[in-house]
């Protein structure tokens, strides 16, 4: 399942159940007027409309406020239609085959997606990451080999560079003005090889990243400097399945797991007391400005300098899919059920 807010802020959202038959579907969540005293949003959500998917979604983007892009587990890339006038969902294109492998001709699953329009990334289990444009039936570009391993998400760093993320521990950054097909940069968690599974980029602050692994870590990374990340906060029992900076108060942050929690991270508490400064070449120091800083890369963002809070109160089915939009968070389970919590920051 995989949950997604809308492109403008209105208050419909979209989502897909992995059943026989797979379906992308909007839904409003109506007014918000209804709220009980525990913040929870009790209205039912409506469908608006629905369409069949071809695999297992695996991951979706908007492109513009009409269009969403799917990724496919059958390895294909599709972009499907919004019309508002009649509530009616539509295949405007499709990429048949964009991720397959060489050697037994099968396809691979597509498992990431990032639109900057007009360019559409996407990266798959075949380490290849393809180009797309709405105008061209091919691929702009493609970097057959970018990985070695499975890729496993992508984010947009900065307007011509990508960040991809693999089942080795690895992140990597692809900067497209460049022609050659290796990465500007790697950074690898230490030590073991433990697969990330996902990845987002701070609102603001281009350089924070944060991603989640196998084992349940959550890693804050600097792109600027070393190779490894700022801090490795130990987080869920299980897969970190994904991981949301929120939009417009990016000193929280939010995860879900397999082990069925999902956390809320606020790194705002004490920031006036905090004193924040960044390593430069791991011994020497510079202190910096507060208005500066990020609360997140604080010198010592262990837990108990910031305020964890799971959002689930008997974690039981794993929780495979987030966004945050405003005051407001949805989530799916594998129950096959959404869940919208209203009022996050009451
Ligand atoms: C819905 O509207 C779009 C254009 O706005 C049109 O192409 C499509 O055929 C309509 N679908 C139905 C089922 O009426």
Redesign the pocket.
């Known amino acids: 399942m995989q949950i997604l807010f809308p492109y403008p802020s209105v208050f419909f959202f979209l989502f897909l159940v992995i059943l026989q038959e797979n379906k992308i579907s909007i839904w409003s969540v109506g007014d918000f007027g209804s709220l009980s005293s525990n913040g929870e949003y009790h209205s039912e959500p409506h469908l608006l409309c629905d369409i069949q998917h071809s695999g297992d979604v695996m991951d979706m983007q908007f492109l513009d406020q009409e269009r969403i892009v799917a990724a496919s587990s059958t390895g294909s890339v599709t972009i499907f239609r919004h019309?508002q006038?009649?509530q009616?969902l539509?295949v405007s294109q499709k990429w048949e085959n964009a991720h397959f492998y060489y050697q037994s001709c099968g396809n691979a699953p597509c498992t990431g997606i990032i639109c900057n329009s007009p360019e559409i990334f996407t990266v798959g289990e075949d380490g290849r990451i393809n180009v797309f444009t709405t105008d061209r039936k091919e691929a702009v570009r493609t970097v057959d080999n970018a990985d070695s391993s499975t890729l496993h998400a992508v984010t947009r760093l900065r307007t011509t560079e990508i960040l991809t993320v693999n089942s080795i521990g690895q992140l990597k950054i692809w900067d497209f003005r460049q022609q050659g097909n290796e990465p500007s940069q790697i950074f690898s968690l230490t030590g073991e090889r433990i697969p990330l599974h996902c990845v987002d980029r701070h609102p603001s602050q281009q350089h924070i990243v944060a991603t989640g692994s196998q084992d349940g870590m959550l890693s804050i990374w600097d792109v600027r400097q070393g190779s490894m990340p700022v801090s490795l906060l130990n987080a869920h029992e299980a897969e970190l399945w994904e991981v949301h900076f929120h939009p417009s108060n990016p000193d929280h942050l939010f995860t879900c797991s397999e082990d069925g929690t999902l956390w809320h991270w606020d790194a705002s508490t004490d920031v006036s007391e905090r004193k924040s400064y960044l390593h430069t070449g791991g011994r020497s120091t510079t202190f910096l400005p507060q208005s500066v800083m990020s609360a997140w890369l604080s010198n010592d963002p262990t837990k108990d300098r910031m305020e964890i809070t799971n959002l689930i109160s008997n974690p039981t089915l794993s929780v495979n899919s987030l966004d945050v939009l405003g005051s407001c968070l949805v989530y799916g389970t594998d129950a096959e059920s959404i869940y919208v919590k209203k009022n996050l920051f009451a």
């Open positions: 019309h006038n009649n009616t539509s």
